[in-house]
């Protein structure tokens, strides 16, 4: 975070990154599922991925009560917080529910197309590094919420095979 606040262009990078990213992530999967030689398993994936957040947001929520960390810019005031909008003070900061959510989708493709699955997890952790950039999560919250996204991410997975479902 010592970066940020330096420099104007960088501080607008990171905060794009650690607000506005992540909306583009289901996007970017959904169109690149529906026009690849994927497509038929463009609804499969979407249904994998909605289960997952739907675990990893219950997770994250019971681990979030438990540890009861306050964010970053509230316990130090010499974190500069670029990221306004989506950061309360109210809020706990672990785990990283924005980190959990890219990372989900991320592994769930990488487990099925390995090369846009790379090309996400990059983009997730650009969005994990740039929460810490922006003041608003400490570097072990980044953790937590890769974390419970890969478990939540195995355990659906898990659930699906038992059940026989989109083998």
């Not at 979407?46 to 979030?64: E, G, P, Q, R, T």
């Not at 309360?88 to 990372?103: E, G, L, Q, R």
């Not at 790379?118 to 919250?141: C, E, K």
């Amino acid at each position: 975070n010592g970066f940020a606040g330096q420099w104007e262009w960088l501080d607008i990078l990171g905060l794009i990154c650690a607000e506005y990213l992540i909306f583009a992530i289901p996007l970017i999967v959904i169109l690149v599922y529906f026009f690849s030689k994927r497509r038929k398993k463009t609804l499969s994936i979407i249904l994998k991925i909605i289960l997952a957040l739907a675990l990893v947001y219950l997770l994250n929520y019971l681990i979030s009560l438990i540890v009861a960390r306050s964010r970053p810019f509230v316990n130090n005031n010499e974190i500069y917080q670029l990221a306004k909008l989506f950061a309360k003070p109210t809020d706990f900061s672990f785990p990283s529910y924005h980190t959990a959510t890219v990372f989900v989708f991320a592994f769930m493709v990488l487990l099925d197309w390995k090369k846009f699955g790379i090309i996400l997890l990059a983009l997730a952790l650009i969005i994990g590094l740039a929460r810490i950039f922006a003041g608003v999560h400490y570097p072990t919250d980044i953790l937590g919420g890769i974390l419970t996204a890969l478990l939540s991410v195995i355990l659906i997975n898990f659930i699906l095979k038992y059940f026989n479902y989109g083998n």
